[in-house]
């Protein structure tokens, strides 16, 4: 199957600082990358959608000014958690399809990355 | 919006025995999938589930989605360790199957095994 790789694997990271995480898609080309939050022993929260060479479209509640996503090519989307507070503490997962309507777009996932935020 | 309800949130098995999860979704189910999850690691995509009736198996693990397309379990033969984990079922997150990937997750069941 196709593989995502995410970028770092664990970061922690003070008060105020601003983190990067990479969602890549090694073998295909994905036209829409989808951000995920996960707490612990709870399920996954979709953040936001990402397109290839357009803005991303979150979905509400979530701040698109804290979660910053650029979609610059067909295999990298990252995202930028801004002036991280330890409430941003989190678990984030993305994934990646090539679109289309079921049963073509079927979503990788890639292994998560652990941000812890002192 | 699409919402899913898991069941049960937390399952204890002994070794060998048979369990099943149940997903109920509020609407028309048009992509159903089941992944497995590790604490702390990415999703593994399980089965995907279309049709009304169909059924998948894959070795010990069969999902089935009801006729009604709103109803999905997903059965565990003989369980294994191997088998503990998060089961997270998920569903396209418009009616009509159009969201083109985007996915609304049930809360998940965790499911331990004890040799």
């Known amino acids: 199957g196709a593989v995502v790789s995410q970028h770092p694997s664990r970061v922690i990271c003070k008060s105020g600082t601003s983190v990067k995480i990479e969602c890549r898609s090694l073998?295909?080309?994905?036209?829409?990358m989808f951000w995920y939050r996960q707490f612990p022993k709870q399920s996954l929260m979709l953040m936001a959608t990402s397109n290839e060479g357009s803005k991303a479209t979150y979905e509400q509640g979530v701040e698109k000014d804290k979660f910053l996503i650029n979609h610059a090519s067909l295999t990298l989307s990252t995202l930028t958690v801004t002036s991280a507070h330890p409430e941003d503490s989190s678990f984030y997962i993305c994934?990646?399809?090539?679109?289309?309507?079921?049963?073509?777009?079927?979503?990788?996932f890639g292994p998560g990355t652990r941000l812890t935020v002192l | 919006s699409q919402e899913l309800e898991q069941s049960p949130q937390s399952l204890i098995v002994q070794e060998g025995k048979n369990l099943t999860i149940n997903c109920t979704s509020s609407k028309t189910l048009y992509g159903l999938y089941w992944y497995k999850q590790k604490y702390g690691e990415g999703l593994i995509f399980l089965m995907m589930?279309?049709?009304?009736?169909e059924e998948k198996s894959h070795e010990k693990i069969t999902a089935k989605l009801d006729e009604k397309k709103q109803q999905s379990s997903l059965h565990i033969t003989a369980s294994q360790p191997s088998h503990a984990g998060i089961y997270l079922c998920g569903a396209d997150g418009s009616a009509g199957g159009t969201s083109y990937g985007k996915l609304t997750f049930g809360q998940g069941t965790i499911l331990t095994v004890h040799p």
């Open positions: 589930l279309q049709k009304g009736g």
């Open positions: 073998d295909f080309q994905a036209t829409t």
């Open positions: 994934s990646a399809t090539t679109g289309g309507l079921a049963p073509y777009n079927e979503q990788f």
